[in-house]
């Protein structure tokens, strides 16, 4: 165990340290060309603090890193196929040569694991991972993933032809390759839904996306929330508190909201976290309620105007308010299984990809989505364009991720630390049925593959795709009520609250889940709502 916790922060630390050793100074303004003004101004920043005191995003120079807010950006924008190669090639190379080689220390690790799996008397590691997970075994992830691994194959396939045909429409004469195709998807993704996220953000104020996050929850599970601002002690002025009751009025739980960007005291992201747990104290034979923290970093109001989200936001806050709720309305009253605790690492993310499904629900969107200044509801073109956005390339997006999760799985069910196979030929024998252009010889990003060798998603990260596939198909219980039945939707939802919310970590999720659904989970509805079934 010690000597795998070394690993991990060793392999760690060599990504880090590979990341920032790259870098690619421009001074020519056509090699940045195409470049959004946000990358420039990071670019000078980053020349800026290599030395470069006179840099400005006008005149540069610019500083391109591998960090992914330079990186992401780059490819998706320069119009330099050339400069796309090189920094793709070292991207896809880091860690992966000379003193940061992480090559060793993966043989290492699967060794290590495969040898702790068999002192626990498992026959491999991915048994040992399952065992506390929600899939019952390696095959039954294998099947799930096949299922998916079929359709989004032959959707990929095509969307890299039509993705082919755009391109040489406009005028590029060269079969894509694989550093071309974050600009390419870029140009058709504006070309077919000609919206950016700032043109959306009015139609977002934060007061009315939590009525309308809040009115939903009524409808769904009903409870009221409401604001509860100055019962409990913040850490800043603008985090709100908020009260969570049942049908009867009774207080059932609270919530600290804290929205806003702080980037100097506050890390990125958005998270879901435990104030305090339900339980009941014995002694006293009360209930102690539970108290979340909800933690976004969306942009706070300026200039007298609210605070306007991008839909990412809003999808965001939804996403923690899922979580927020698993956690508020538990009916468990033990300490190590209230709320989130000790549910299946495969099944947590079930009740917050659950919520995002609403954000594309016509009556609920359409309930919250009204102009900050003149009251005007979204423009239906926008709903149709928000719609066709959400499945672009989908089956492209799911067979990505089957990659990985079959590399991952296969490394630590099948391989053989010092067999015939290499770890580098058992991700190429995937690569032929799991990707539509092969990785290049300068791949090596198993080397930089943190999740599975530095994270907590050893022979588990194909529990991405598994929650999406339990939340889409929850989703679906509601579509078949009939979205537009009031009654049956509150019947359903009763039924999800009552259930996946209500029974936490106290029973096993594949048994919590066919209580709600009546049956397993499917990837039908997954797959319709990435505009793949048929």
Known sequence: QLELADLSTQFSNHVLDATKAFSLTLTQPEEVDGLPPS?????????????????????????????????????????????????????????????????PLIDRILELRQEQAHLLGFENFAELSLASKMASSVAAVEELMEELRQVSYDAAKQEL?????????????????????????????EAKFDFTD??????????????????????????????????????????????????????????????YSRPAEKRGGAWMDECINRVKLTDVGTVRLPVAYLVCNQTPPVDGKPSLMTFREVETLFHEFGHGLQHMLTRVDYLGASGIRNVEWDAVELPSQFMENWCYDRSTLFGM????????????????????????????????????????????????????????????????????LPPIPEDNFLCAFGHIFAGGYAAGYYSYKWAEVLSADGFAAFEEAGLDNEAAIS???????????????????????KAFRGREPNTEALLRHSGLAA
């Not at 104020?205 to 009903?222: H, S, T, W, Y």
């Not at 990505?400 to 391989?415: I, N, P």
């Open 198 to 259: 700032e043109e959306l953000r009015p139609y977002f104020p934060l007061p009315q996306v939590l009525e309308g996050l809040f009115g939903l929850a009524k409808r769904l599970f009903g409870v009221t929330v409401t604001a509860a601002d100055g019962e409990a002690p913040v850490w800043q002025e603008e985090v709100r508190y908020f009260q969570i009751a049942d049908e009867t009025g009774s207080p059932i739980a609270y919530f600290y909201l804290d929205p």
């Open 369 to 436: 989505a009204k102009h900050y200044e003149t009251g005007e509801t979204l423009p239906e073109h926008y709903y149709q364009k928000l719609l066709g956005a959400r499945t672009y390339m989908s089956g492209s997006a799911i067979l990505r991720q089957l990659h990985f999760s079959w590399v991952d799985l296969e490394l630590h069910a099948r391989y053989q630390p010092g067999g015939a196979e290499t770890v580098r030929d058992t991700r190429d024998r995937i690569a032929k049925t799991t990707t539509i």
């Open 161 to 189: 032809a039509e993705l082919q045909a755009f391109a040489t429409a406009k005028g590029y004469t060269h079969e894509l390759k694989h550093w071309d195709i974050s600009y390419w998807a870029q140009r058709q993704r």
């Open 39 to 103: 990358l420039l101004s990071l670019a000078a920043q980053a020349a800026r603090m290599a030395g470069e005191e006179n840099a400005t995003p006008e005149s540069g120079p610019w500083r391109i890193t591998l960090d992914f807010p330079s990186y992401g950006p780059f490819m998706q924008h320069s119009t330099r196929s050339d400069l796309r190669e090189k920094l793709y090639k070292a991207f896809l190379s880091r860690a992966s040569e000379g003193d940061l080689n992480n090559a």
């Open 491 to 513: 019947e359903t939802g009763r039924r999800f609250r009552d259930t996946v919310l209500a029974k936490g970590g106290s029973q096993h999720p594949m048994e919590v889940f």
